[in-house]
């Protein structure tokens, strides 16, 4: 069901695209607690003759537009699809019920007394909200929220809800992270600097709130990790891409980084190859990560191969995998079926099919008669990290009183190769690295 949600401004899009990066990019693994649910009687899941009820909450039309937000969804129903022809978990079928929020807050609440309060799902898989503002709902009523994308807040703030990256913070519903603030890592600035040899980099945003607090956390990553640092910044109604190309190419930045829209990186790679200007990496995120580059950069053929992205999933493009083209294969017939473009996969599709594993995982982990959300919950909070088999880089809810001054973290990376498509370099398990955890606040 699709959800109402109020007109919203270009500067509102600009907001939220922005915190979207900004969340994307700067999501470190790991933590949280026991759950409530574990010392309450718990909450059974249906008779066994019933379907097994599962929730996917998506702002399928949003501010954002098109199909910005549908990918996780994609590839939890193809899981889903695949685990019923196979008889289900313990011999029930999932059953998917969609809610499509708008992309608003008051259209998300309304999804979520929907699926929990009168479809009565037993949890939800791959939540992908622009406006999560029914977060605090899904916790009190302990429905376990598993592999979410963390657009916002919540998946650092509230129990029960288990983003696809995992986290850290004591997470007890009251501030995100550690009394409001949030840390992420520099490893992608690393990468770049010591595989690649990178020493000059430019950061490109408008000249707006949100997209000029992610380019100053971006340059104090950068310069943390010893870079020298480009800073440009382009009005939003009028911005002059022909400029910052040709600044980027005057002052020799190798790498670039932006807090930009999609159009806006489109632009600027048009401006970059009108230039001349060569880079040795333009770095997009895991929002971006799919079939559509030559679509979306058609008009700069040097940018576009100079294109890499940096996540903390396995390439979704990368068919040597077992597993990825499984994925593969069962989200080209999903699409297919429902008369869209099979050739249009992402990366948030393998990382939606990666949470309905997860979710598959830890409901096989409790005995047939005695599946309850706290046995689930168990499995999501156990000490062992969760990999989706291979597919995702360790997760895991493992909560600190405090937040680590550094990590050792590993990073998934690949690069546009026009003709082949993303390109994986090296092994994302062992591209690795001890890195410190800068404070931002969100």
């Known amino acids: 069901m699709q959800r109402p949600r109020a007109a919203e401004p270009p500067s509102g899009r600009l907001l939220r695209t922005a915190l979207t990066a900004l969340l994307v990019l700067c999501a470190a693994a790991c933590g949280s607690r026991l759950p409530e649910s574990a010392f309450e009687p718990p909450t059974a899941a249906p008779r066994q003759a019933e379907p097994l009820r599962v929730g996917i909450l998506v702002s399928a039309t949003s501010p954002i537009g098109g199909e910005a ?19 289900g978990i313990g011999g029930r079928r999932v059953q998917v019920e969609t809610c499509d929020d708008g992309g608003s807050g008051i259209g998300n609440t309304g999804c979520v007394h929907e699926l929990v309060d009168e479809k009565k799902v037993f949890v939800l898989v791959a939540t992908t909200a622009l406006d999560y503002a029914g977060a605090s709902l899904v916790s009190a009523a302990g429905v376990p929220d598993i592999g979410g994308q963390p657009i916002g807040t919540a998946y650092e703030t509230y129990p029960h809800l288990y ?18 603030t949030l840390y992420g890592g520099t490893e992608t600035y690393r990468y770049f600097r010591r595989e690649q040899g990178a020493r000059t980099a430019a950061v ?39 400029a910052v190309a040709a600044d980027l190419k005057d002052r020799g930045a190798d790498l670039v980084l932006d807090a930009l829209d999609t159009h806006g990186n489109a632009q600027l790679c048009k401006a970059m190859d009108a230039v001349g200007a060569d880079v040795t990496a333009k770095v997009t995120n895991v929002q971006n990560w799919s079939s559509t580059v030559p679509a979306d950069y058609r008009d700069s053929p040097r940018c ?32 297919k079926r429902s008369g869209r473009d099979p050739g249009a996969l992402s990366q948030w599709q393998l990382e939606g099919w990666a949470a ?60 546009w190769r026009d003709g082949t498509g993303w390109v994986t370099q090296g092994d994302m398990r062992r591209t690795c690295f001890t890195v410190p955890q800068l404070p931002y606040k969100p």
Do not use: H
């Not at 995992?166 to 519903?173: C, E, I, M």
């Open 69 to 87: 937000f549908t990918g996780p969804g994609d590839g939890a129903r193809a899981f889903f699809d695949v685990l019923n022809a196979r008889g």
């Open 304 to 335: 576009r191969n100079a294109l890499w992205v940096t996540g903390a999933s396995r390439n979704y493009d990368d068919r040597d995998d077992p597993q990825v083209r499984e994925f593969r294969t069962a989200v080209q017939n999903s699409l």
């Open 163 to 180: 983003g696809i990256y995992g986290s850290n913070a004591p997470r007890q519903g009251q501030k995100p992270g550690w009394n409001g």
């Open 356 to 415: 309905a594993m997860w979710f598959t995982d830890a409901a096989a982990s409790c005995p047939p008669d005695a599946l309850t959300r706290a046995c689930v919950e168990r499995y999501l909070n156990r000490a062992e990290p969760y990999t989706a088999r291979g597919l995702l880089l360790p997760v895991s809810y493992a909560p600190l009183a405090s937040p680590p001054a550094e990590r050792r973290t590993c990073v998934s990376v690949a690069r």
């Open 204 to 242: 490109v945003s408008y000249n707006q709130a949100s997209s000029a607090a992610y380019a100053r956390l971006t340059a104090q990553g950068l310069r943390k990790e010893g870079y020298t640092v480009v800073e440009e910044q382009v009005d939003f109604a009028l911005p002059n891409w022909r």
